[in-house]
């Protein structure tokens, strides 16, 4: 079954993932993404399920040769039911019994439950940041995923359909944001975030390399260890970058990363990523 391992390296690059990123979200080792890739090894089944999540795929497109993707929307894909408790081991055994399964995931704020190729998510309300269950806050969640977070939160903004909340980073690598329907249901959206400009209230900062954006815990490091907050420890390392290259070189090197949101469209994809490269602190 070695072309499971081809299918997650293709699905991972197309959503511009590295070995590393993919393996903190599913609470694996980079090793671990990196045996699955090469078929040393082969994932779990719940890893199976929150890859099919992750990709925005089935499983059968995963595990079956031959299987195409299904075709995407346009925006947005289902992600997850986020339902809100305040008695998590309660909840926890309720759910199992009510779909006769074992939680797929077990972390301290959530569990999870995979199936039908999508996701039920119980959240500890003690452990959500300025959530009030007393207070009649909500007590459910619909999310969705996104591969351009920044552009769509432009789109809903600019639809004026309701109230859009800032862009927030809930852990690295996790950028979300908040709808609220006409009932104020909310509507959580996640994805990845390409644009280049700060945003003071994520407190984070962009690679003066690569553009991604980074937290303290992904900065580069000087010769003598410190770190900087200039470049992303995938590009510098020790007071070097980790690939010497041209420009040119790393604009081609990047196409692959940025073609999904830029319409599948290779040329398109090159001058966006020199217009915003252009502007970094290396290739000036």
């Not at 040119?248 to 830029?262: R, S, T």
Request: hydrophobic residues 35%; negative net charge.
């Amino acid at each position: 079954m070695y072309h499971i391992g081809e299918k997650i390296c293709e699905h991972r690059q197309k959503q511009g993932l590295t070995q590393e990123a993919l393996a903190e979200r599913l609470n694996v080792s980079r090793q671990s993404v990196s045996k699955w890739e090469t078929g040393q090894t082969l994932p779990e089944v719940d890893k199976i399920l929150a890859m099919s999540r992750i990709f925005a795929t089935t499983t059968d497109e995963l595990l079956y040769p031959g299987t195409e993707m299904p075709k995407k929307r346009d925006f947005l894909q289902l992600g997850s039911i986020y339902l809100i408790t305040k008695d998590m081991p309660k909840a926890i055994n309720f759910y199992e019994k009510l779909l006769s399964m074992r939680a797929s995931t077990r972390h301290p704020q959530f569990a999870e439950f995979f199936f039908d190729q999508h996701c039920i998510a119980l959240m500890d309300a003690a452990r959500l940041p300025n959530h009030n269950y007393v207070d009649d806050d909500h007590k459910f969640v619909i999310n969705f995923n996104v591969r351009d977070l920044v552009e769509e939160h432009r789109r809903l903004k600019s639809l004026q359909i309701g109230k859009v909340s800032d862009i927030s980073q809930a852990h690295s690598e996790y950028y979300f944001f908040n709808i609220y329907d006409v009932d104020e249901n909310v509507i959580e959206i996640n994805g990845q975030v390409f644009d280049t400009r700060r945003n003071d209230k994520m407190d984070t900062i962009y690679c003066q390399s690569c553009a991604m954006w980074v937290t303290e815990d992904k900065f580069g490091t000087e010769k003598d260890g410190t770190k900087t907050s200039e470049y992303c420890h995938y590009c510098f390392q020790k007071g070097e970058f980790t690939t010497p290259q041209t420009f040119d070189q790393a604009v081609e090197g990047n196409i692959p990363f940025w073609l999904e949101q830029c319409g599948n469209d290779e040329e398109k994809a090159r001058q966006k990523i020199k217009e915003v490269f252009a502007t970094l602190k290396r290739w000036k």
